[in-house]
């Protein structure tokens, strides 16, 4: 994958430890701004990600004291504006739909699609010196990256019309007290912190996790009907695991559960000879009626 890599001078790390898999945006001497190349191969890497049932979370995070400063317009690029936003688009889709449980771990700072790039992910840490913009005004642009959806959905229409059409800076407590961080911690913490939550990200049930991620974000903009027909679909897929006997059995044993999100559903042959006998192997009265 060219750009992405463990390489010291790859733009894009990708390190993967105990189910966890951390994305780091490395061009510090950018304060991490994106090329169109780093855009195309970060799609790539979710879309891996989304398909590894290895990788239980992921961290996004950038290098060098900053999260991410938007695209990089100061690097030439030849191709038509309309196939550029269609790399925004196939990413900012990607990070939605990832069924695995994503963090953005923000420091200094996030504006413009580096802004939209943390809000897309399902928890936002960030450091107390954090900074955020809806910077595009100032550019001459408008929203991007998914901005125009995520922002009224999480502050409210005014709101993000304060955000987008003034674009003003706003710092960490703010964008706490406006529901676009979670957590607000020490620049000295947030490395511990963000370990400690991912690590519990990747412990939990792995499908009831992405069953719930895709029911909260689909439930926005469902009706109640809706919503409850998508949460007993949902339901039942997740007692097709082995993770909702294993929660039952931690319990009752007083120990902590061990997910691995696997079928336990038995293969049709077996369900199906197990629907025509009964346990002291006569067959059913069903069977008996028709056979």
């Known amino acids: 994958m060219s750009g992405a890599g463990n390489g010291a001078e790859a733009e894009l790390l990708v390190a993967d430890h105990d189910g966890i898999r951390t994305v780091t945006l490395n061009r510090p001497h ?8 780093m855009w195309r191969d970060l799609a790539d890497i979710l879309r891996d990600t989304g ?5 239980r979370a992921l961290v996004l995070t950038g290098a060098g004291g900053a999260f991410c400063s938007g695209a990089d317009i100061s690097v030439p690029d030849a191709r038509h504006p309309m196939d550029k936003m269609r790399i925004f688009s196939d990413l900012a889709l990607q990070l939605h739909e990832l069924p695995t449980p994503t963090v953005a771990k923000v420091t200094g700072v996030a504006v413009g699609a580096g ?5 897309g992910c399902d928890l936002v840490v960030a450091t107390s010196d954090a900074t955020f913009a809806q910077i595009f005004a100032r550019r001459g642009l408008s929203l991007d990256l998914g901005g125009s959806w995520l922002l009224p959905k999480l502050v409210g229409l005014q709101q993000a019309k304060r955000l987008a059409l003034l674009a003003e800076t706003v710092d960490a407590a703010r964008a706490e007290a406006l529901g676009l961080v979670t957590w607000v911690v020490d620049a000295a913490e947030i490395d511990g912190f963000t370990d400690d939550l991912a690590a519990r990200l990747a412990a939990g049930p792995p ?3 992405a069953q719930t991620k895709a029911l909260l974000n689909e439930g926005a903009d469902a009706t109640l009907r809706e919503a409850l027909a998508g949460e007993a679909r949902a339901q039942g897929v997740n007692f097709a695991t082995a993770d909702a006997p294993e929660a039952y059995s931690a319990f009752a044993g007083k120990r902590t559960p061990r997910f691995t999100g696997a079928w336990s559903l038995p293969p049709a042959g077996d369900a199906a000879r197990r629907a025509e006998t009964g346990s002291d192997g006569s067959k059913t009265a069903w069977t008996s009626r028709n056979g």
């Open 207 to 209: 499908v009831a996790l």
């Open 115 to 119: 802004w939209n790039l943390a809000l």
């Open 30 to 37: 950018r304060k991490n701004a994106m090329t169109w190349t």
């Open 51 to 55: 398909m590894d049932r290895t990788v």
